[in-house]
């Protein structure tokens, strides 16, 4: 970054950001299979590799760290509640799954688990026909938890409805990695990028 004589930033410099941090009120959820949906609020995107340390006598005073296990946070969702009943549904199919546990095909139907995309949208993008800036998706995610907020006779607030989700991976996606192939396409596949 250039400094001019008054200990400003140079104009060049200025001209040539690329552009603002994206803002995180724009944005829209899609579920695999469930639907679209516009949520208030999401949080939880985490995720934590585990440390293992290890030491042998002949290494000097401190151990080598090594990545280990890592874990993702449950993500919650929060929308007010509509008369659509698609999260409950998808809900009640962990129940169907678990009833046949002890059958001969055990678990094996996973139908339950769906990926979801959480799409951000920069200020000028259209949310519901734009390409996204940044997406974000949840592999082989399931319902946790559905919960509605209180009822209360004496108050006008909108009820919630809450959604928590466990999942087994985190992807980031922008720019021109939306533009899939012929071949992802024809799979339906979600693509690979870079860890979150």
Same mark, same amino acid.
């Given at each position: 970054?250039?400094?001019?004589?008054?200990?400003? /930033?140079? +104009?060049?410099?200025?001209? $040539? &950001?690329? %552009?603002?941090?994206? $803002?995180?009120?724009?944005?829209?959820?899609?579920?695999?299979?469930?639907?679209?949906?516009?949520?208030?609020?999401?949080?939880?995107?985490?995720? !934590? $590799? #585990?440390?293992? #340390?290890? %030491?042998?006598?002949?290494?000097?005073?401190?151990?080598?760290?090594?990545?280990?296990? $890592?874990?993702?946070? +449950? =993500?919650?969702? #929060?929308?007010?509640?509509?008369?659509?009943?698609?999260?409950?549904?998808?809900?009640?199919?962990?129940?169907?799954?678990?009833? &046949?546990?002890?059958?001969?095909?055990?678990?094996?139907?996973?139908?339950?688990?769906? +990926?979801?995309?959480?799409?951000?949208?920069?200020?000028?993008? +259209?949310?519901?026909?734009?390409?996204?800036? /940044? #997406?974000?998706?949840?592999?082989?995610?399931?319902? =946790?938890?559905?919960?509605?907020?209180?009822?209360?006779?004496?108050?006008?607030?909108?009820?919630? !409805?809450?959604?928590?989700?466990?999942?087994?991976?985190? /992807?980031?996606?922008?720019?021109?990695?939306?533009?899939?192939?012929?071949? !992802?396409?024809?799979?339906?596949?979600?693509? /690979?990028?870079?860890?979150?």
């Amino acid at each position: 970054m250039a400094i001019d004589a008054f200990g400003g /930033v140079a +104009n060049a410099d200025l001209q $040539t &950001r690329t %552009r603002d941090p994206l $803002t995180g009120f724009r944005f829209r959820v899609i579920i695999d299979r469930v639907g679209k949906f516009g949520f208030s609020t999401i949080s939880g995107l985490r995720e !934590e $590799t #585990e440390v293992a #340390e290890y %030491r042998e006598g002949t290494f000097p005073s401190t151990p080598i760290k090594i990545p280990g296990i $890592t874990t993702y946070d +449950n =993500v919650t969702f #929060e929308r007010g509640v509509g008369a659509d009943d698609a999260l409950n549904v998808w809900r009640r199919q962990i129940f169907a799954a678990a009833a &046949r546990f002890g059958s001969s095909d055990g678990l094996a139907d996973s139908s339950f688990r769906k +990926n979801i995309k959480i799409q951000l949208y920069s200020k000028g993008d +259209n949310v519901t026909s734009g390409i996204p800036s /940044v #997406e974000w998706q949840l592999l082989n995610a399931w319902p =946790v938890a559905l919960e509605l907020s209180d009822f209360d006779a004496s108050s006008s607030d909108v009820l919630i !409805e809450t959604l928590e989700v466990a999942h087994e991976g985190l /992807v980031r996606r922008a720019g021109k990695a939306f533009v899939s192939s012929p071949l !992802e396409a024809a799979q339906g596949s979600t693509g /690979v990028g870079p860890i979150f």
